[in-house]
Each structure stands twice: as structure tokens, then as C-alpha cells.
Nanobody, 123 residues
Framework: QVQLVESGGGSVQAGGSLRLSCAVS????????MGWFRQTPGNEREGVAA????????YYADSVKGRFTISHDKLKNILYLQMDSLRPEDTGRYYC????????????????WGQGTQVTVSS
């Protein structure tokens, strides 16, 4: 059974930092990409960042480029999202996902989602 469990969310003031973690278990599609998505108030879920299995050329949404960094610890099988210079508009629920098509930031049929972790950025 595949499980993706996010942690690291919380409340922070604008300009602050958070690091999200996603512990992955039971996932054997090591040739597929993984990523982070978020759902902000009043908006649909959007892709934030994604990473190829080899770790090269990660994808970032324009709104987070230069502020967020995605990484994957293959030994521990943990996906991270380092979020710096946070803004109030980054407030939302952040989800880890596996089997991501980076070109469209969508999931393969049968792809996997975590339950999400809440991030709140105050001004």
C-alpha cells in the first residue's frame, strides 16, 4: 500500500521559512516524478514544484521560483519542499504527490496523493 505522509506545515510571518516533508512508503515507481501541489483559498489545486527521478531540472511554478526548492532524499525516501521568503498568498494546503506528469503538472491515472499539510503565512 502506497502512503505519502506530509509534515512540516504551520503558521509563519511573511518573509519566514518552512520546510515540508513527505515520507513515502510502499511506492515502487522509482522512474516516475514526484511533486508538491497546493490549494489556496478560493482556488483550484495547482502544481508548485516537481522533480525528476534523477533530480535534474526541477519544475517550479512561476509564483514560487527563486523562493522554493524541491529535493528528494532517496535513501530515506522523503520528498522535501523548502519554502523561503514566504508571502501571505502562499497560504494554503500543500499536498505531496507521486506519478506526476511534469509537463502538465497532473497525475497519472491512479497516481498518489498525501493528505496535505496546512501552511498559513500572516502579513
Amino acid at each position: 500500500q502506497v502512503q505519502l505522509v506530509e509534515s512540516g506545515g504551520g503558521s509563519v510571518q511573511a518573509g519566514g521559512s518552512l520546510r515540508l516533508s513527505c515520507a513515502v512508503s510502499g511506492y515502487t515507481h522509482t522512474s516516475n516524478s514526484m511533486g508538491w501541489f497546493r490549494q489556496t483559498p478560493g482556488n483550484e489545486r495547482e502544481g508548485v514544484a516537481a522533480i525528476w527521478p534523477g533530480g535534474s531540472s526541477p519544475y517550479y511554478a512561476d509564483s514560487v521560483k527563486g523562493r522554493f526548492t524541491i529535493s528528494h532524499d532517496k535513501l530515506k525516501n522523503i520528498l522535501y519542499l523548502q519554502m523561503d521568503s514566504l508571502r501571505p498568498e502562499d497560504t494554503g494546503r500543500y499536498y505531496c504527490a507521486a506519478d506526476v506528469t511534469i509537463a502538465t503538472m497532473t497525475l497519472f491515472h491512479g497516481g498518489y496523493w498525501g493528505q496535505g499539510t496546512q501552511v498559513t503565512v500572516s502579513s
